[in-house]
């Protein structure tokens, strides 16, 4: 691979499969989908098109690139059309043993220097890797949604993950397909989804809790600078998708994220969020939130506390910023790295995280993560890192 990777190979053709796919044409390189059927193979091809269609009639690409695109993308229902790619990207379903089963399977299609990569948000590396002969060319490759507009991929470091594949996926990512990346190592919700879902519970269980506006708590978390509220930002990821990430963090980190149940409801409902079904946590478009009002009103009569939204907020804030602080202390990636994921994964304003903490002081948010801790449990447990750096008065970044 002295000259990149020239064919990939993606499985799962959904919506971000299909997104991975039309990056990279878009970027000259030659894409292999495979779906399981023609219906869906039909559907990927046409997902993919409309990407182009779109920015043609924008006037964002000319004709001469629509079809230059359109010509490096091959779409098949034959796991065998794969077998000249020097990457594959599984993006299926998040469950283990589908992944592990098209692992097993690409590693015995795919020549032995091939590298095998998951978009999967949270599940082991290291899980995936074992199904195969082959677990130092396996990473994970975890691209935003929508692909072709986010800057960011994480890439995931297996426990027996070489230095060569890291080193020529980074390449891959910056270089051709001009994205950028950080590394983290292989931990229940890698970096940017670590950091996002205690920040999306603690709003959630405020509103099931108290009597508190969801859209003073977006208000404020725009006031602060970040260009979604919490509840938009929901229901763009989508209700079942953030639900089924917070349980898998919940258990693989032994009850350390506390899953509100208004997830399950919603999500029982039916109401997935503003692009699967046009309802979540608001109505669209008009983003209404009277039928979540009455929904909570009948499963949490006792929502009669009032809260402040403010209040919420920093809870909010208190949870991530507990978060970031860990995966440095634990090594799970670079300060740095923890900044970019924060910036480009999930929009955090300002520079990242630790720098917001070094700028509110550590002893402050030590104060703050103690008060919370009395009141609402563990979950707010100051860092041991957080209560060495308060103690010799030493930030996170120094210039």
Known sequence: ????????????????????????????????????????????????????????????????????????????????????????????????????????????LLAPNAIIASNTSSLPIAQLAAATARPDRVLGMHFFNPPIRMDLVELVRGAETSKITMSIAEAFCREQLQRQTIRVTDRPGFIVNRLLIPYFNEAALAIELYDVDPHQIDAEAKAYGWPMGPFELLDFVGIDTTLWIAEFL???????????????????????????????????????????????????????????????????????????????????????????????GIAFPGIGPLHAIDAMGHGKLLWMLRDMERTYGPRFAPPELLKRHSACEAPFFSE
Not at 2 to 21: N, P, Q, T, Y
Not at 286 to 308: C, F, G, I, T, V
């Open 1 to 108: 691979m002295e000259h990149g990777i020239s064919r990939i190979g993606v499985v799962g053709g959904g919506l971000m499969g299909s997104g991975i796919a039309a990056l990279a044409v878009y970027r000259g390189i030659a894409v292999t989908v495979r779906e399981e059927t023609p219906e869906l193979a039909d559907r990927a091809y046409h997902a993919i098109e409309k990407v182009f269609g779109d920015l043609l009639q924008k006037g964002k690409i000319d004709n001469l690139t629509y079809l230059q695109c359109m010509g490096l993308l091959e779409v098949t229902t034959d796991m065998r059309d794969l077998r000249g790619a020097n990457l594959a990207v599984e993006a299926v379903s998040e469950r283990l043993d589908i992944k592990e089963k098209i692992f097993a399977e690409l590693d015995a």
């Open 250 to 344: 919940n258990e693989s980190c032994a009850n350390r994220f506390f899953v509100p149940p208004l997830y399950r409801l919603l999500a029982e409902q039916g109401r997935m969020g503003a692009r699967k079904t046009g309802t979540g946590f608001y109505t669209y478009p008009s983003r209404d939130s009277q039928h979540l009002e009455a929904l909570l009103a009948k499963r949490y009569p006792h929502r009669n506390e009032r809260m402040d939204a403010k209040h919420v907020f920093d809870r909010m804030m208190c949870a991530l910023y507990v978060q970031a602080i860990e995966a440095l202390e634990e090594e799970a990636a670079s300060a740095a790295d923890i900044e970019l994921g924060a910036k480009n």
